[in-house]
């Protein structure tokens, strides 16, 4: 018999990948393709739907060559997308606008009007999704009062995952995934939710239809299977959210498992049994399937600040350690741990390009405080690090009270290749931490939910049989302790320096 291999494909923020897996979720090929963000004008995040659709052309016709040549047979293929994309398209299904994506803030007005209105706290409250710049809801409301005839000719409003599956297979379906953040969708009745989309302006025709997410395709546009060298046949399961399958991926598939992803942004998820919702409305509740929900809050503020921090404060020793082919981020984490735990009264807001989970605030700004005479430049490394960790940390808080206690953390992203930094995840939260051996968590999360859909596997338990823990960072007690005496002033500082930060904004 030949060996079986299932392809997850991930469309995310600047690139998408095709990765091939085995059944016991080893990868064996993988192909990926960057694209750039679009941004016309300060506000504008956008990307254009055809550039990504021939991304997940090309990258998926490169792995299944692959599989051919290495004569193993491809079993079928399953989604990953990003959230919180929205295309008006015509009634061909032409796009009208580019995809506006999660970073595109011309809708911050919208949304903090919402946010402090009574039909946004219920709207919240039955769709899961914070009312912020990156949900469809308020790109609606954008769209409708400033394109008029561009909203009143639009036949659908959709997202990218749900064009890729247009040009393939002409239907439009959305996974309940997808749509559990768009703001749009009941997550309680698994259907679209009247109240919000009177508010924005439509109907459900406009909508594509709600599907699970073991939802297969199989009927291919020939043009594009004989493109892709398959049989129009081949099952495409539709998949869900990059987040959510980024929990399935890491093995974080019961009650309390969290995973803790830190790359440029980051997000803390935690896995349940049934939806909730945070009266003070700090963090998500997305659907993964009927059955598990992946509660949490992603950040806006995860590595880019130390990207920031090193191009701007240490751009000397960058140029120096490329020279000498040597990872600067290296030097960092050697500075940074010479410094100790608290950063002797360092304390920084790392809200550097405004911040989602928890405060859901896109004008908040970043600051140190604190500062003393003593303090170097390591000290504002540290503390710059320390500061990423307990708005992390602050996500995790409003989970844990929400859901109940997290009983394990696996760490992925960029992030998890610091040791200093997964420790002081580990402190902080007082919690064990794992590193996964695959850096490719929402494409694996996809190949097994497609498993499961065809019948591979019986049940999303066997994931842990996938995903193989390579290393357990155990928490220090006494550093926690000291760790908690920084974060409740950190705590304290944003509520009190909110309305400063708001003026800082307007600069």
């Known amino acids: ?157 959709i997202g990218i995952k749900e064009y890729v599956f247009f040009r393939l297979f002409g239907e439009y379906k959305i996974d309940f995934s997808i749509a559990s953040a768009t703001g749009l969708f009941n997550i309680f009745k698994f259907e679209w939710h009247i109240d919000a989309l009177e508010l924005a302006g439509i109907t459900k025709d406009k909508l594509s239809d709600p599907v699970p997410p073991t939802h297969t395709f199989r009927n291919m546009n020939p043009a594009y299977a004989a493109l892709l060298n398959l049989p129009a046949s081949v099952p495409f399961v539709i998949g869900a959210s990059d987040g959510c399958l980024a929990n399935l991926g890491s093995n974080a598939v019961l009650p309390g498992d969290a995973v803790v992803t830190i790359g440029t942004s980051g997000a803390v998820r935690v896995m349940a049994n049934e939806p909730a919702t945070d009266i003070q409305e700090r963090i998500f509740s997305y659907i993964l399937t009927p059955e598990r929900f992946v509660l949490g809050g992603a950040v806006n503020n995860g590595g880019v600040v130390l990207r920031w921090f090193r191009d701007n404060f240490y751009s000397l020793e960058a140029a120096l350690a490329k020279q000498k082919d040597k990872e600067i981020y290296d030097q960092l984490n050697e500075k940074a741990a010479a410094v100790p735990p608290g950063a002797d009264g360092l304390i920084f807001l790392p809200y550097l390009l405004g911040e989602r989970a928890p405060i859901w605030d896109p004008a908040a700004r970043a600051c140190f405080f604190g500062v003393h005479y003593n303090h170097t430049r ?93 290393q357990t960072f155990l928490p220090n007690p006494k550093l926690h302790a000291r760790y908690m005496q920084s974060f409740s002033l950190f705590d304290e500082l944003y509520p009190k320096l909110k309305e400063c930060l708001h003026k800082a904004a307007h600069y």
């Not at 919208?110 to 790109?139: F, Q």
């Not at 992390?392 to 409003?398: C, E």
């Open 378 to 470: 390591e000290h504002f490394l540290r503390a710059l690090m320390e500061g990423v960790m307990y708005n992390v940390y602050s996500v995790g808080k409003a989970l844990e009270q929400t859901t109940g206690p997290i009983k394990v953390i696996y760490a992925n992203g960029g992030f998890s290749r610091s040791s200093l930094w997964v420790q002081m995840l580990a402190d902080i939260f007082n919690k064990e931490v794992h590193i996964t051996d695959t850096h490719e968590g929402s494409a694996l999360g996809a190949a097994i939910m497609g498993m499961h859909a065809l019948g591979l596997i019986t049940s999303l338990e066997e994931a842990a049989n996938m995903v193989r823990v390579k």
């Open 1 to 157: 018999m030949k060996q079986q291999a299932f392809i997850g494909m991930d469309i995310g923020t600047t690139s998408t990948k095709a990765v091939a897996f085995d059944v016991n979720g080893n990868m064996l090929f993988r192909e990926a393709i960057e694209y750039p963000i679009i941004s016309t004008r300060p506000d504008y995040a956008e990307q254009d739907p055809e550039v990504v659709f021939k991304a997940v052309l090309d990258t998926l016709r490169a792995v299944v060559a692959a599989l051919v040549t290495s004569g193993v047979e491809m079993a079928g293929v399953c989604f990953s997308s990003a959230m919180h994309s929205l295309i008006a398209v015509d009634a061909q299904g032409i796009p009208l606008t580019n995809c506006i994506i999660w970073a595109d803030t011309r809708s911050r007005v919208y949304a903090t009007n919402l946010k402090e209105s009574v039909i946004g706290h219920d709207i919240y409250l039955h769709t899961g999704t914070p009312l912020h710049p990156m949900s469809p809801l308020p790109k609606l409301r954008w769209l409708r009062d400033h394109e008029p005839e561009l909203f009143k000719n639009t036949a659908k409003f």
